[in-house]
């Protein structure tokens, strides 16, 4: 689709070298606050003994992530000062964050829950702004010809930050490590990281030159915002309500003579629910974004759906990580409690030694990526998406202890250490190597296929939209795979995940011509900001 680009680097220089750097800066930028409210969060929570059903209502705060797409388009229609659109929008993001992570820090879970609560909201709700519009900007910056290591470079960058805020941090707050820190001051460090980003954005990354806004009036922009935002609260409340009911007429006639348990049934009920939920509002959303007539966001959907192809690319971006998406949604429960790996073996495999292979498939398919091109790349790195998920149901029919492994030994970084050797099984290690790699090779390949999609006029709201498609599988398929895997089981249900990475591949290869001819353009130039 494209570009609206216009004459480019015909070969890799030192400005597309420094870009590429940029690209992992910004990644790791939009890797650090994820897990703040997320995975580290909930150890902090523990730790200072709030309970378990607490823990579980807090997950909800990341759902800003999943719907980013509703305020994104503010960020294509409005410029901040000194800085250009995209450069001043990751500034201010980012000391936002700084101050709300501070505050978190001084705020106490177990006393001060609900305002513990609201601002694990409103870092989500900002972290996920940040992810729109560096997501706009790195698609914004790279020609077409960069966008496969651009790609990569994004993903290295997230990924290690994933690895101090999901990982390090951990062993910072375990005394039996070492570390001894206190989470408010792993949070309080988190914040004085992000003032940091903040002035190598200012200093290191290139300032693009200025692009046209849309052409919409920003009042009214404003208006549509706001419809939108009363739509979605409408639709919450009213699917809260009529939801539940309604899913539970519409099963009742196939549980009347099944042996189900209860506990299980009210759990189909419950996911029902949450689809019909989703089926009402999303239609109440774009009936007020038009009734309102939120330009900036029709005329971003405008200009994706007039494209050749838009509403199965649409349906592919859907699918593409769905397989991968539901084996991962349930990993760390199968391999504690389905297999009977320890804790600490599958926090070193899975959250250190797999986010470094995850890394290492990314670089690997940025650069297999400028020899195969972006059709090819994609139909192998996800073949080999879906065969990984065949190793996790092997691990469910065979179990543990079949491979010799080896032994991790006690070390001490100085910024980080592991104070006694962790035994790692064979077979755990092989599994979690293979879905790592070829998750990452993957991940490369398709955030290089959504930038081709889209308008460089529109980038923040048409990349947020199809990422938030793109998540799809990683934030609601959670539900299902839960309730399935107690249905039928650990090994049908990888069986199930494999199959599910099928369907496409199958629309990759009927969209094969369409596909190529987003291929490498080296014409191209990234485009202005």
């Given amino acids: 689709m494209a570009a609206d680009n216009t004459a480019p680097p015909s070969r890799f220089d030192l400005a597309a070298l420094h870009r590429l750097t940029v690209a992992a800066l910004v990644g790791f930028a939009s890797g650090l606050p994820l897990a703040l409210t997320g995975q580290a969060m909930q150890a902090w929570l523990t730790s200072e003994g709030v309970s378990i059903a607490t823990i579980g209502l807090l997950s909800i705060v990341g ?28 500034v201010a993001t980012q000391l936002v964050l700084a101050l709300l992570l501070w505050w978190m820090s001084g705020t106490s879970p177990s006393h001060a829950t609900r305002t513990f609560a609201l601002l694990a909201t409103l870092i989500a709700f900002v972290s996920a702004s940040q992810d729109v519009v560096v997501d706009a900007y790195r698609t914004n910056m790279h020609a077409p010809n960069e966008r496969a290591l651009g790609s990569s470079m994004y993903v290295m960058g997230y990924r290690m930050a994933m690895i101090l805020s999901g990982g390090i941090a951990f062993i910072w707050a375990d005394p039996a490590q070492g570390g001894a820190w206190t989470w408010p001051e792993i949070y ?16 290191f990354l290139p300032r693009l030159q200025h692009a ?7 009042r009214q922009d404003l208006i549509g915002f706001f419809a939108v935002l009363v739509a979605v609260g409408i639709g919450f409340k009213l699917s809260e309500a009529l939801g539940p009911p309604a899913a539970d007429a519409m099963l009742a006639p196939f549980f009347a003579n099944s042996s189900m348990a209860a506990p299980l049934k009210q759990k189909w009920v419950d996911l029902l629910a949450l689809m019909l939920g989703l089926l009402f509002t999303l239609p109440l959303a774009a009936f007020a974004a038009r009734w309102a007539r939120f330009e900036t966001l029709l005329g971003g959907l405008r200009s994706y759906f007039a494209q050749e192809g838009a509403w199965p690319f649409l349906a592919f971006i859907v699918l593409f990580k769905l397989g991968d998406a539901f084996a991962g949604s349930l990993m760390t429960p199968f391999l504690l409690q389905g297999v009977g790996f320890g804790l600490a073996e599958v926090g070193v495999v899975n959250k250190i030694l797999g986010i470094w292979l995850s890394i290492g498939g990314a670089l690997i398919g940025g650069a297999l990526m400028l020899r195969l091109g972006l059709w090819r790349s994609l139909m192998i790195f996800g073949i080999l998406q879906m065969v990984s998920n065949l190793g996790f149901w092997w691990l469910a029919v065979a179990g543990k202890g079949l491979m010799s492994g080896l032994t991790l030994p006690a070390f001490d970084w100085g910024f980080v250490k592991l104070a006694q050797p962790t035994p790692v099984d064979g077979g755990l290690l092989l599994v979690i190597a293979a879905e790592n790699l070829s998750g990452g090779m993957g991940t490369a390949a398709f955030l290089a296929f959504l930038m081709s999609l889209c308008n460089q006029r529109f980038t923040a709201t048409q990349y947020a939209l199809l990422s938030a498609f793109a998540s799809v599988g990683r934030v609601w398929v959670g539900p299902l795979a839960g309730v399935l895997a107690e249905s039928i089981g650990w090994p049908t249900f990888f069986i199930i995940s494999t199959v599910l990475a099928a369907p496409a591949l199958v629309m990759l290869w009927w969209m094969r011509h369409a596909v190529r001819s987003l291929e490498v353009d080296p014409d191209a130039v990234p485009a202005d900001d």
Avoid at 63 to 76: E, G, N, S, V
Avoid at 212 to 218: D, K, L, Y
């Fill in 63 to 90: 759902l800003p992530y999943t719907f980013k797409f509703l305020w994104a388009p503010l960020m294509d229609r409005f410029d901040l000062p000194w800085l250009g659109r995209r450069r001043g929008w990751i």
């Fill in 188 to 203: 309080r460090f988190m914040g004085w990281m992000m003032v940091g980003l903040a002035a190598v954005t200012v200093v």
């Fill in 212 to 218: 046209q806004a849309p052409g919409s009036v920003a």
